[in-house]
C-alpha cells in the first residue's frame, strides 16, 4: 500500500546499492497501479544484479503491458524465459500477451506447458482456466479438470455453472452451487456466493429465490469490515432494486 511504498523509498534512499529493495519498491508501486515508477525500479535492481533477474523481468513485463508497450514486455519475457523456461509466471503473462496480440495458439501453448510442468494444483487449475478460453468458446473438458484439481476456488465453480447454463442445465448449475455452498460453509466469499446463485435464480425469472439470496448478501456485506465492502454493498443493493422491480412486474 502507499504507507509501505513510502517506507520502501526512505529505506532505498538509505541503501542505494540494495538490489532487494528496488525489487520490494518496484513490487509495491506495480501492486498501487504505478507501473512507470515500477519499471524504474526493476531497471535498478536488475542493474544492480538481483538475483532472481527472471522474476523481475517478469514483473517489469508486466508493468510495460499496462504501460502499452508490448514490445519491450515480449523482449523481457523472452529473456525471463531463457533463464527460467518453465517460470509459471512468465509462461502466463507471455500467454495473455499472446492472447492481447491475437495469437491464441501461442496462448494456449504456454498455458498447457505450466500444466504439464507445474506442481502446484492452484497454479494448473489456473491454467487450465485461462487455457479454456483461448479460442473464444469455453472449453468444458478445461473446466472440469480446473475444479478437480482446486474445488474449492470459486471462480472454477462459477465457470463449471456456467457450463451447466450454456448446456440448458439451469436447474442442475443451481443444485451444483447450492450443494458447493453447503460442503464450503466457512467460505470468506459467501456473499459473493449468494449473489451468484442469485443470478442463477433469476435467469429462471425465481424471483422471490433471487432476491433472498440477495437480502442474505447484502447482510453478509453489511456486517463486514473488509476492503472494498462498501463498494460491494452498493451493487448489491442496487441488484435487489432490480430485481423487486422485475417480480413487481414494472
Not at 544492480?48 to 514490445?71: K, T
Request: proline share 2%; charged share 20%; aromatic share 10%.
Amino acid at each position: 500500500d502507499q504507507h509501505a511504498s513510502e517506507l520502501l523509498e526512505h529505506a532505498a534512499l538509505l541503501d542505494p546499492s540494495n538490489a532487494a529493495m528496488d525489487f520490494e519498491l518496484g513490487f509495491c508501486y506495480q501492486g498501487t497501479g504505478q507501473p512507470s515508477k515500477a519499471i524504474d525500479c526493476y531497471t535498478s535492481a536488475l542493474g544492480l544484479n538481483y538475483a532472481r533477474s527472471f522474476v523481475v523481468l517478469s514483473n517489469r513485463a508486466e508493468c510495460f503491458i499496462q504501460n502499452g508497450m508490448l514490445d519491450k514486455a515480449m523482449e523481457d519475457l523472452a529473456v525471463s524465459l531463457q533463464i527460467c523456461p518453465d517460470s509459471p509466471l512468465a509462461l502466463r503473462t507471455r500467454a495473455h500477451l499472446y492472447n492481447a496480440m491475437g495469437n491464441p495458439y501461442a496462448a494456449y501453448e504456454d498455458y498447457t506447458t505450466i500444466i504439464n510442468t507445474v506442481k502446484d494444483a492452484k497454479v494448473q487449475s489456473d491454467a487450465y482456466c485461462d487455457r479454456a478460453f483461448c479460442y473464444g468458446n469455453m472449453d468444458a473438458a478445461d473446466i472440469e479438470q480446473a475444479h478437480v484439481l482446486n474445488p474449492a476456488d470459486l471462480k472454477v465453480v462459477q465457470f463449471k455453472a456456467f457450463v451447466l447454463v450454456n448446456n440448458g442445465n439451469v436447474h442442475e448449475a443451481i443444485n451444483f452451487v447450492t450443494e458447493w455452498m453447503a460442503h464450503n460453509g466457512s467460505s470468506q466469499d459467501r456473499a459473493c456466493e449468494l449473489a451468484f446463485r442469485g443470478e442463477l435464480y433469476a435467469l429462471l425469472s425465481d424471483w422471490d429465490a433471487a432476491i433472498l439470496d440477495y437480502q442474505r448478501a447484502i447482510e453478509i456485506e453489511q456486517a463486514s469490515s473488509a476492503d472494498g465492502v462498501q463498494h460491494a454493498l452498493a451493487c448489491y443493493q442496487q441488484r435487489l432494486e432490480e430485481l423487486n422491480s422485475k417480480r413487481s412486474g414494472n
